[in-house]
Nanobody, 127 residues
Framework: QVQLVESGGGLAQFGGSLRLSCAAS????????MSWARQPLGKGLEWVAG????????DYTDSVKGRFTISRDNAKNTVTLQMNNLKPEDSALYYC????????????????????WGRGTQVSVSS
């Protein structure tokens, strides 16, 4: 069965960095786009960053452009989110998600297309 397991969350200071990882299994990882989304406490789910199956093209929500970098290793079935210059508003539960569309080149930022989600890893940024 599909499994997505996030790790790497924790507490960071304003301006600091964290690196999130997602270990995927149970599907043909190199055929599906992957994304990270986040949910601040008491707020809705927000798409953060996505990467297509070949790892060559990425996209980001405007608030993290220039600070976050998504990457993937198709040999290791992992997707990573490097977060730099963290701000308190980045505090949230971060989820790894699998796109349900096979070899898709469609919009990465539409959450309804994601069919499997991890359990999340908490990121907290102090001011």
């Amino acid at each position: 069965q599909v499994q997505l397991v996030e790790s790497g969350g924790g507490l960071a200071q304003f301006g600091g960095s964290l690196r999130l990882s997602c270990a995927a299994s149970g599907f043909a990882f190199d055929k599906y786009a992957m994304s990270w989304a986040r949910q601040p406490l008491g707020k809705g789910l927000e798409w953060v960053a996505g990467i297509y199956s070949d790892g060559r093209t990425m996209d980001y929500t405007d608030s993290v452009k220039g600070r976050f970098t998504i990457s993937r290793d198709n040999a290791k079935n992992t997707v990573t989110l490097q977060m730099n210059n963290l701000k308190p508003e980045d505090s949230a539960l971060y989820y790894c998600a699998k796109d349900g569309r096979y070899e898709s080149s469609g919009d990465l930022g539409v959450l309804k297309w994601y069919d499997f989600w991890g359990r999340g890893t908490q990121v907290s940024v102090s001011s």
